[in-house]
Nanobody, 124 residues
Framework: QEQLVESGGGLVQAGGSLRLSCVAS????????MAWFRQTPGKEREFVAV????????FYADSVKGRFTISRDNTKRTTSLQMNNLKPEDTAAYYC?????????????????WGQGTQVIVSS
């Protein structure tokens, strides 16, 4: 059973930066598509970014494109989300998710394992 642990959330002013990290427990990490989603109370979980296991291809939600960067380090079983120029509307609980040998898409249904979430609050 894979376990994902996020860290790096916190409180930041608008225009600031945060870096989220997600560490996986299994050595099969290099074959996972890794994604970040976010959720605010009363709303569905929203796709943020994905980095696929094959060739490290990345895809972003339009709302974060140009501001957020997803990356991975297979030697450390870690995926990161660098968030720059943060806006109040980025405030949410952020979750990392893993998909083993799947499509690495934009839907929650594409992912098998989830972290517990880390809170990001952006003040105006």
């Amino acid at each position: 059973q894979e376990q994902l642990v996020e860290s790096g959330g916190g409180l930041v002013q608008a225009g600031g930066s945060l870096r989220l990290s997600c560490v996986a427990s299994q050595s099969t990490f290099s074959s996972y598509n890794m994604a970040w989603f976010r959720q605010t109370p009363g709303k569905e979980r929203e796709f943020v970014a994905v980095i696929r296991w094959s060739k490290g291809a990345t895809f972003y939600a339009d709302s974060v494109k140009g501001r957020f960067t997803i990356s991975r380090d297979n030697t450390k079983r870690t995926t990161s989300l660098q968030m720059n120029n943060l806006k109040p509307e980025d405030t949410a609980a952020y979750y990392c998710a893993a998909d083993h040998d799947g499509v690495g898409g934009r839907s929650e249904k594409d992912y098998e394992w989830w972290g517990q979430g880390t809170q990001v609050i952006v003040s105006s």
